[in-house]
């Protein structure tokens, strides 16, 4: 990997919010994908990828991709040193399909070591030793998990409120709220039906997190998809 791709890895970044599985600019506020299609491309690579890793012994992978290049790290159970893996992305190719390409090429690198070796951990371990040693440490694609409270954050908007005003009598500050949106909206009062709806409904399900809050919990990393080897599972990047 040469000065001038490991610089493009650390400063090359998409202006604005973008598609999590090609780099689209997005609109929506909330969306993170520019289409079920896009996505699910991505995830078909990646699952060829994960053809790969398991063979590999993975203990934890990343995938990430810039404008210009796709970068894969790989630290395997049996290694202390993470592998990275950098290629230029062909110009009008996708990530996903990008990412397709470059499954072939690895995995071909291994079957015929592995034929010549007639060992899969040699030609793991061989595989392993082509890409760039320990560019990043084992704590950069340890997956982490978050907790949010999100599933209400949303609804409280109906009420002009935030999480940190349930901090104090949660339930005297919705109700008071409340109250004041029903004035608000409720048909008797002239509001519309479906606005009044929906923060009756926003009311009820706030309240039965304040009597059972459960908050949110997502595994992974930010801004990268991750692979955790003692689930075999990727996680979109959080």
């Known amino acids: 990997?040469?000065?001038?791709?490991?610089?493009?890895?650390?400063?090359?970044?998409?202006?604005?919010?973008?598609?999590?599985?090609?780099?689209?600019?997005?609109?929506?506020?909330?969306?993170?994908?520019?289409s079920k299609e896009c996505k699910e491309l991505l995830v078909f690579a990646l699952g060829w990828l994960k053809n790969l890793l398991l063979p590999l012994n993975t203990?934890?992978?990343?995938?990430?991709?810039?404008?210009?290049?796709?970068?894969i790290n790989i630290l395997s159970f049996f290694s202390k040193d993470v592998s990275t893996f950098v290629f230029r992305r062909a110009p009008g190719k996708t990530p996903a399909q990008g990412l397709k390409e470059v499954c072939k090429i690895l995995n071909k690198q291994w079957y015929e070591k592995?034929?010549?070796?007639?060992?899969q951990r040699a030609a793991s371990e061989h595989l392993l030793?082509?890409?760039?040693?320990?560019?990043?440490?084992?704590?950069?694609?340890?997956?982490?998990?978050?907790?949010?409270?999100s599933r209400i954050s949303g609804k409280l908007t109906h009420f002009n409120l935030k999480l940190g005003?349930?901090?104090?009598?949660?339930?005297?500050?919705?109700?008071?709220?409340?109250?004041?949106?029903?004035k608000k909206h409720h048909p008797d009062y002239g509001g519309e039906p479906t606005d009044f709806i929906n923060i009756s409904e926003a009311y009820k399900d706030i309240i039965d997190f304040i009597r059972n809050p459960k908050l949110r919990t997502r595994t992974g990393l930010p801004g990268i998809w991750s692979y955790d080897g003692s689930s075999y599972k990727w996680s979109a990047p959080l």
């Open 1 to 34: 990997m040469n000065k001038k791709m490991t610089r493009s890895i650390t400063t090359e970044n998409h202006k604005g919010k973008a598609c999590v599985s090609c780099g689209a600019e997005l609109s929506g506020r909330k969306r993170r994908y520019c």
């Open 59 to 71: 203990n934890y992978a990343t995938f990430a991709f810039t404008d210009s290049v796709l970068i």
């Open 114 to 119: 592995n034929q010549s070796l007639k060992s």
């Open 129 to 149: 030793g082509t890409g760039v040693k320990n560019f990043i440490s084992k704590d950069n694609i340890t997956p982490v998990s978050t907790h949010s409270n």
């Open 165 to 182: 005003d349930l901090e104090r009598n949660p339930l005297a500050q919705l109700k008071s709220a409340y109250r004041k949106e029903v």
